[in-house]
């Protein structure tokens, strides 16, 4: 088991039911339900991501590089992914001037998190 993986699986883990609760209970007075459906699809591909993590971290002894490469993938998808889509459900109430320009970072999120997904493929095809 990759310790490191492990380890930051567990805190996106965390981090994701504390934003879902955030986003459930006090978000829902502050922005309107389209803003909370994006919100909960960024709780969402966070916690898929962090159940990939999870499966990632007993690959370790499988092609490493694919590995390292497939976690550095997930973690920015996350981060690009859901990140933006947390700045972009609550841009009216955070008042950030630059909130517009993050709505192309939102499918790279996504490309990452697919490259993460095709690399975790080619690792498990190398397990034995």
Not at 4 to 17: D, E, F, Y
Not at 41 to 52: I, L, P, R
Not at 62 to 71: D, E, G, I
Request: hydrophobic share 55%.
């Amino acid at each position: 088991m990759n310790k490191r993986i492990l380890a930051v699986a567990s805190l996106l883990g965390a981090l994701a039911v504390i934003l879902g609760a955030f986003g459930a209970h006090g978000l829902k007075t502050l922005i309107g339900t389209n803003e909370l459906d994006i919100w909960a699809k960024g709780v969402e591909y966070q916690f898929y991501h962090v159940f990939a993590l999870l499966f990632l971290a007993g690959l370790s002894n499988a092609a490493p590089r694919l590995v390292n490469s497939a976690f550095w993938c997930f973690l920015l998808g996350i981060l690009f992914f859901s990140g933006s889509l947390y700045l972009l459900s609550t841009r009216e109430i955070s008042r950030l001037g630059f909130v517009g320009y993050i709505g192309p970072v939102t499918p790279v999120g996504g490309l990452l998190l697919i490259s993460g997904w095709i690399c975790l493929f080619l690792a498990a095809l190398k397990q034995k």
